[in-house]
């Protein structure tokens, strides 16, 4: 798109969206359903602006519809599906909700366009980064499951939601790492990010929001050189197991961050030598280890309180290679609980 014809999408979207949305729900008769599916007709609209900026609405409402009866002759779709769905909605009743800039300024990233949208705050979003990443209608989903509260939580009160720090339309899921017990997700904003780890009891880690760069307002395209390492966490899995539904947990070790273009691969190194290629997409990665617990050391609390085991969370260190193989970013001693340069030990004197 061209500067102008960018300008006219996002206003377009910021017009109409509220009117758009209300089809959406009479077509699928669910919010999230509604959600997914205006966001997918937006995403086709951008594609061929040019050819039908002159009456996109009309377009766009075309769009739907055909989506959407294509999702009814799905057998994933079939209709007991929908009954299931009609049903829900007619007894709750929502009223739906829109952040009409979050909006516009979600699908406009989406549909890999720059554009200038207002915040709740006031400043530009869009305006602070290059571009987010498109998101198909699953991964949305799961940053939707991720944020059962609709945006991120206080750190001590998963039952707090944090309403400055955004809400799940900001987010979009930036990369995310897989291995055969499940995956990690980095899901992010403009102003920063969460981590998230889907379980099957749907009781997933609470979204603790932390800044890029972890000053505020927050920087994206804030690099410390082509490797930022941005979280060291703990994320762990809870499920069951046999007839009896022994409940199990696995812990993971997640180290995420952000790339240049000039970074083509990704090495983690545990201390005593665990190693994992992250999954690199976006300008982002992401990599998780599967670990155990250990005995607590000594003096490690007191009476009562003092744990017999504690998860065990080795320093690593980080390296970005280049399309040749070349070392061109490395970060030694990344220790857990690490946030971005501002957790690198202070130069000795």
Known sequence: MQPSQQHEFAAFVASRSDSLIRLA????????????????????????????????EAYVRKVMYHEQVGRWRSPRWGPAAYATLAGAGASRRRRLSWSLAGLATATALVAGVLVVAPSRGGGDIAAQVAELPPNIPEQLRLVRDCMPRGGPVHN?????????HGGREDFRVLV?????????????STTGFVLCTPAEQ??????????????????????????????????????????????????YLVIAG?????????????????????????????????????????GLGEGPLKPEQMVDTPSATVTAYDQAGRVIGQEKNVHFAWRGPTSRPSPTT
């Open 156 to 164: 001590m009160d998963p039952g707090l939601r944090v309403t400055e």
């Open 176 to 188: 995310e790492y897989r291995d055969q017990k499940g995956s990690t997700a980095l899901v992010g």
């Open 258 to 298: 952000r790339v240049t273009p000039r970074v083509q691969r990704v090495e983690i190194v545990w201390k005593g030598g665990r190693r994992v290629d992250p999954r690199v997409a976006n300008g982002f990665f992401i990599g998780r280890m599967l670990t155990g617990l250990v005995p607590a050391p000594e």
């Open 202 to 251: 749907k009781d997933m880690q609470p979204p603790v929001f932390t800044y890029w760069g972890y000053r505020p307002p927050g920087n994206l395209s804030g690099l410390a050189g082509d490797l930022t390492v941005d979280a060291y966490d703990g994320h762990d899995h809870p499920y069951v197991v046999g007839p009896d539904r022994e409940q199990k947990n696995d812990y």
């Open 25 to 56: 729900y009479v077509l699928t008769n669910d919010q999230h359903a509604a959600e997914d599916l205006l966001q997918t007709a937006l995403m086709k609209t951008a594609g061929h602006w040019r050819r039908i900026r002159g009456n996109p």
